[in-house]
Each structure stands twice: as C-alpha cells, then as structure tokens.
C-alpha cells in the first residue's frame, strides 16, 4: 500500500513537472496606456483558445497597493523597482495547478521587460542606482527565453488618458517608447517573438487570435 502511494506521488510529481515544462508563457509590454490591460480583460471574457490559459494582471498597480508606494515618476527609486521586477519574476512562475491540463499557461499584463525598460529610464535620470539597474537586467537575460509570445500593443492608436494612477507625461511616454522601439523590441535573441498589434481592439483581438492559432 505504501509503495503503491509512493508510485503515485513519484507519478503525480513528474506529470506536474513535465505540465509546468510545457506552460506557454505569453505577454503583453509596452508604456502606459497602449492598450495592454483592455486586451488582457478582453481576452479574459473570449472563449474558444483564449479560455484555456490562466490570466495575470498588472504588476505595477499591485504594489503600489500592496507596500503603499509611488509610482511612475514620483515614485522612481530602488526599492520600488525592486519590487516591480521581482514581483515580475515570481509572475513568470505563477501556474494554476487546478486548472491543468486544460490550461495551456500563463498570460501576463506586463513581463521583466517592462521592469527593465523603465529601470533603465530611471537609472539614465539617476532616480534608480546602478545595482538595481543591473539587476533587471539580469532577470531580463536569463529568463527572457520563458516567454514564448510577446504582443507589443503600438501606443500611437491609444489616446493617453488620465485613470487616476498612471503617468499623464507625453513627454515621459515618449521617452520610454524610444527605449522600446529603438532598441529592446529589435534585439535578434527575441525579435521574432515580438508581435506588434495595431488598430482597435477588436482588430488587435484578431491578430492575438491569428498569432495563437498559428503557435498552439
């Protein structure tokens, strides 16, 4: 009897192993108010492919109320990207065990190189320290191949509205497109995993939806 438990957990422990190897692991990335939080809740609300994955909001939002701290420019210093970057990472191990098999991974609402982009903006204006810099970057380069589909959602056919809570800067907005479209976005190691979506929602659903059906 023991042995045949045993066998099972052994069994049971490697069918979750092998499960979390083969978790897709998709994400959105880009600056404030390009989209990716309303494709996020409307892929959430689909059905068909898109509800067979499990779903994770934004980071950003979350520890701003978890550890009541500042954000975006205000907010800019060590331990407040410290904790986006490394709330990020934990992120890209989350799994909903109760929902294996049907589900096929994990959606996030941003990913490590959102936490590195706007560290390194930090950083250039000296708001953040070097370490910190460096550390996203780390987490970036080691584990930037976890993400299978990144969907880069273009700023420029969303209107910059004010929510109560992120940056209504243009000029902050634009600097940290620069930083994604001039450089982060056309590295070889992922370009070809970055997709750019366009025009309204429901048409940037029907490029999500064309890009799943063609890699799952």
């Not at 584990?143 to 800067?169: A, C, N, Q």
């Amino acid at each position: 009897m023991g042995n045949c438990c045993q066998t099972s957990k052994r069994i049971a422990w490697k069918t979750i192993i092998f499960s979390y190897n083969s978790i897709v692991n998709i994400t959105f990335t880009g600056p404030q108010s390009s989209g990716k939080t309303t494709l996020l809740k409307q892929m959430k609300q689909t059905s068909g492919i898109m509800d067979q994955f499990f779903y994770i909001d934004e980071v950003t939002r979350l520890v701003k109320r978890e550890y009541n701290v500042k954000i975006n420019e205000e907010g800019a210093n060590d331990v407040t990207q410290l904790l986006i970057i490394n709330k990020e990472l934990e992120n890209l191990f989350k799994y909903d065990y109760e929902l294996w098999p049907r589900c096929k991974g994990n959606v996030h609402d941003r990913c490590l190189l959102d936490g590195l982009v706007y560290t390194e903006y930090f950083y250039n204006k000296k708001l953040v320290s070097q370490q910190v810099w460096t550390q996203a970057i780390f987490y970036w380069n080691r584990f930037h191949s976890k993400y299978d589909i990144i969907f880069y959602p273009d700023p420029r056919d969303v209107e910059l509205v004010d929510d109560g809570e992120r940056s209504t800067d243009k000029q902050f907005r634009n600097n940290i497109i620069d930083l994604y479209e001039n450089y982060y976005l056309n590295q070889f190691q992922w370009k070809d995993r970055v997709y750019w979506l366009k025009g309204t929602v429901d048409e940037r659903m029907e490029q999500i939806k064309i890009v799943l059906e063609k890699h799952l």
